[in-house]
C-alpha cells in the first residue's frame, strides 16, 4: 500500500509511463526529458509540528531510497509558503556541491534534477521559484499541482494548464504529487505524535531525562503509551513500578 498512489505511472504499463515522460517534457517545453522528477509538500496542523518532504521519481518510478524529510526550522505560524520557500532553499544550495545529504545514508544532493513538482497553486509555485532564484545558478524547471481542480501552474505562464483526464502526464505528475503528500502526512504525524509523547512525560514525577528516554524508545505514540499495561511499562521501558503506576494514573485521568 505505501506507493499504491505512486504507481499509477507504471501501473498502466511501462510503454505509458514512458509516454508520460515524453509529453510532459514537450508540455512543459523541458531542456531535457525529465528521467529524475523531485516532488515537494508541507504538512502541519495549524503551524505546528510543521515538516516538509522530497520525493524522488526516476523513469517514472519512485525511488524510495533518495527521499528526504524537512523538520521546519525558521517559519513560525501557519505560513505554508514560507515553509515551502525554506525546503527548497535548503535543497537547492546543495545542487552541485555534493554536499551530505544528512542523516539517511550517503547519497548527496548535488544531482540536479530534471524537474520539480510542487503540491499546491501559484503561491507555492512562486515560493518554490523564490527559493531556487536565492539559492542556485541552477534553473531547474519548477511547476506546481492544485488538488481538487488538477491546474498545472507552469513559470512564465499566467494561465494554468488544464490537462485532459486520461492524459499520461496529469497521471505522471498526479502520482508524484500524491508520493509526496504521503511521504509529507505520515512524517507530521510521527512528529506530531512523539511532540504529544515528550509532553504528557514531562508532566509525571519520577520521569527524569533518563527514563524519559527509555519511554520514547519504547513506546512509538501516546496512542501506543496509554494502551500498555503497568507491567508492559515496567518490561519495555525499565521503569520501577512507582513510576509505572503514576504515569498510568496520569494517562487515565488525562483520557476521561
Same mark, same amino acid.
Given at each position: 500500500? %505505501? ?12 510503454? +505509458? ?5 515524453? %509529453?510532459?517534457?514537450?508540455?512543459? &517545453?523541458? =531542456? ?11 504538512? &502541519?496542523?495549524q @503551524? ?12 517514472g518510478?519512485?525511488? *524510495?531510497? !533518495? ?9 513560525? @505560524? ?21 554536499? =551530505? ?9 548535488s544531482?540536479? =534534477? ?6 499546491? @497553486?501559484?503561491?507555492?509555485? &512562486? ?11 541552477h534553473?531547474? =524547471? ?15 505562464? *499566467?494561465? *494554468?494548464v %488544464?490537462?485532459p ?5 496529469l +497521471?505522471?505528475? %498526479? ?13 507530521? /504525524? &510521527? ?14 514525577? @519520577?520521569?527524569?531525562? /533518563? ?12 496512542? !501506543? ?14 521503569v ?17
Amino acid at each position: 500500500r %505505501q506507493f499504491a498512489a505512486a504507481r499509477v505511472v507504471v501501473g498502466r504499463g511501462a510503454e +505509458h509511463g514512458r509516454l508520460g515522460l515524453s %509529453q510532459l517534457k514537450d508540455v512543459l &517545453n523541458l =531542456p531535457v526529458l525529465p528521467r529524475r522528477i523531485e516532488a515537494y509538500d508541507i504538512s &502541519n496542523m495549524q @503551524g505546528a509540528s510543521a515538516v516538509g518532504s522530497m520525493v524522488v521519481f526516476e523513469d517514472g518510478v519512485p525511488k *524510495p531510497s !533518495e527521499y528526504r524529510r524537512f523538520k521546519i526550522r525558521t517559519v513560525s @505560524g501557519q505560513d505554508d509558503y514560507a515553509m515551502m520557500r525554506e525546503v527548497l532553499r535548503r535543497r537547492f544550495v546543495r545542487l552541485g556541491r555534493g554536499a =551530505p545529504a544528512g542523516s539517511r545514508g550517503r547519497a548527496n544532493w548535488s544531482v540536479v =534534477p530534471s524537474l520539480v513538482v510542487v503540491d499546491g @497553486g501559484r503561491g507555492q509555485l &512562486n515560493a518554490a521559484i523564490s527559493a531556487r532564484e536565492e539559492s542556485t545558478p541552477h534553473k531547474v =524547471p519548477i511547476v506546481s499541482l492544485a488538488k481538487k481542480e488538477e491546474l498545472v501552474f507552469v513559470e512564465g505562464k *499566467p494561465s *494554468p494548464v %488544464q490537462l485532459p483526464d486520461d492524459s499520461p502526464v496529469l +497521471h505522471l505528475l %498526479q502520482a508524484v504529487r500524491d508520493e509526496a503528500h504521503r511521504f509529507a502526512v505520515s512524517y507530521h /504525524r &510521527n512528529v506530531r505524535d512523539s511532540s504529544a509523547l515528550s509532553s504528557v512525560l514531562d508532566e509525571v514525577a @519520577g520521569i527524569g531525562p /533518563r527514563r524519559r528516554r527509555a519511554l520514547l524508545v519504547a513506546f512509538a505514540s501516546l496512542a !501506543e503509551l496509554r494502551a500498555a499495561s503497568i507491567n508492559e511499562l515496567r518490561q519495555r521501558a525499565g521503569v520501577p513500578e512507582t513510576v509505572a503506576r503514576a504515569l498510568k494514573r496520569h494517562l487515565d485521568s488525562a483520557a476521561s
